[in-house]
């Protein structure tokens, strides 16, 4: 079965602190990832996917294959950083559908 | 380019009545996905249309849940006879076949 877990429901975090926000899947293929955010009022929008092994806003993650994780880590949070976070997989399914399997999601909270 | 438009944005509805959200996908995509966010859960997928063709619709409940996405107009995803378990956020995404999704702000559906 196809499944994303995310174990932290809320982290917080002092302003130039590293971030690391925890991310395992189960999937019995080849999977892509992505880490979506959702900005306080504003819709979910993409912000980086595994294939394309981009920085975004100085974001960064790695598949680990053989630890089935994909953790999003950025090494000075910013408190423009405070959102919700989710990651999600897909793999090509009926029809060629790209569906999205999310995890619950991470509230992430930068302080001052 | 607008984005994807969703409306309502916020619809309440009594016990037994018919919902209807509309998804307007952004201009050029021909594909749609529905998703349902439940109360302090993740995203998930309910069905994947391309124009006049239900593609996977895998994640649909088995009764009251339809979806459609005409020719002309936006993609419409109906809930008859509305319980108090259907509350919850609903989501569309638009894209072009095998790319990003690019999301709709929600609807937030209530049920009374």
């Known amino acids: 079965a196809q499944r994303v877990t995310q174990p932290e429901k809320l982290l917080s975090v002092f302003k130039g602190a590293p971030v690391e926000l925890k991310c395992n899947y189960s999937y019995s293929g080849s999977p892509e990832l992505f880490w979506y955010v959702q900005y306080s009022r504003q819709r979910l929008q993409l912000l980086l996917r595994h294939i394309s092994r981009e920085s975004i806003k100085g974001f960064t993650a790695d598949l680990n294959k053989g630890e089935t994780s994909f953790h999003l880590k950025k090494p000075f949070a910013q408190e423009e950083d405070s959102a919700m976070y989710y990651c999600a997989l897909s793999g090509l399914s009926q029809g060629g559908s790209e569906k999205l399997v999310f995890g619950k999601g991470t509230k992430l909270t930068v302080n001052p | 380019n607008a984005g994807v438009m969703q409306n309502p944005r916020h619809l309440v509805r009594r016990r037994g009545q018919e919902a209807r959200l509309r998804c307007s996908p952004m201009k050029g995509h021909s594909h749609v996905y529905w998703y349902r966010q439940l109360p302090e859960e993740g995203l998930k997928f309910m069905v994947y249309?391309?124009?006049?063709?239900?593609?996977?619709e895998s994640g649909m409940p088995k009764e009251r849940f339809s979806a459609e996405f005409p020719k002309e107009g936006p993609s419409i995803l109906r809930i008859q006879q509305v319980v108090r378990g259907d509350s919850a956020a609903y989501f569309c995404?638009?894209?072009?076949?095998?790319?990003?999704?690019?999301f709709g702000p929600g609807t937030r559906l209530t049920v009374l």
């Open positions: 995404a638009s894209s072009h076949f095998l790319r990003e999704q690019f």
């Open positions: 249309l391309q124009k006049e063709n239900i593609i996977d």
